[in-house]
């Protein structure tokens, strides 16, 4: 009974390891499909509406009008480059205070480390367009800073920062901070504190170990950060339709109007698609300057 229980264990062990090969794959089927219906199938729907022409009124057609792209591209690079610029601007002031944050609570934190990333993620508990309105309540010309100010005459009485590039970044950037702090936290708080103390031993300054030993080694945190931070503030257009006007109006305002106010689809997914175009070649471009292969290989570590 046993040799024949063995013979078929032989048998069957060419099919099962046929069916082993698969295993990978039938797991990653589910989410393979989530993202075929509700995003690449989507995508491919968008780039064949931005090749029609025609209008809301009488219809599009599938003319595989190219010259769409370039029509969009000369009639807003204003605010393609704005919303770049401004993405780098809130991009490196999000690194420059996270960077501290998630410094002290990874390596001072102690048994409190979870309080200070639930203070830092708590006004996510609030709505993304309430924490926005709040800006402008907070730099109105006669709220409760600004109107202060003015009446101890520290600032003139028609100095304003709303409806300017100052409002509309000072909204992103605290927007957006989380998205900075909690991968370079994640990151931080991997090093083996050792490393630090035979910098200390190598007679090296915490400035000088802060910067050969813990940043080149919190590269994977900074590259995810980047990415969590920039692509979504080059997208946004809460901040500058609230806390903007005229003259900071981003990208994303743009494509907002066109596909929903003048109901001009192809333009609006011309627009979509040549952002999504420019934000993939800049992160393509920063991975391969910063190096792809020494990223993978910090964050394996």
Sequence with gaps: MSSATSDNDVQLSPLRRRLGRFTGYWLALPGGLWLAI?????????LSLSLMTGDFIHGFTQTFHVATYWHTISLYHDQFIRSIVYALIV?????ALAYPMAYWIAM?????????LLIILLPFF????????????????NGFVFGTLKDLHLVGSDFHLLATPVAVICGLTYNYLPFMVLPLYVSIERLDPRLMEAA???????????????????IPGIFAGVLMTFVPVASDFVNAQLLGGAKTTMIGNVIYTLYLTNNDY???SALSFTLMGALLIGIFAYARALGTKDVMEAAAL
């Design 91 to 95: 991009t490196l002031l999000t690194i």
């Design 38 to 46: 509700f995003f690449v199938i989507p995508m491919i729907y968008l």
């Design 108 to 116: 001072r934190g102690g048994r409190h480390k979870s309080t200070y």
């Design 126 to 141: 609030v709505s993304f367009v309430i924490r926005t309105l709040q800006w402008q309540f907070i730099l109105a010309d």
């Design 266 to 268: 192809a333009a609006a």
């Design 200 to 218: 200390n031993d190598l007679y090296a300054s915490k400035f000088q170990a802060l910067l050969r030993v813990v940043l080149p080694l919190t």
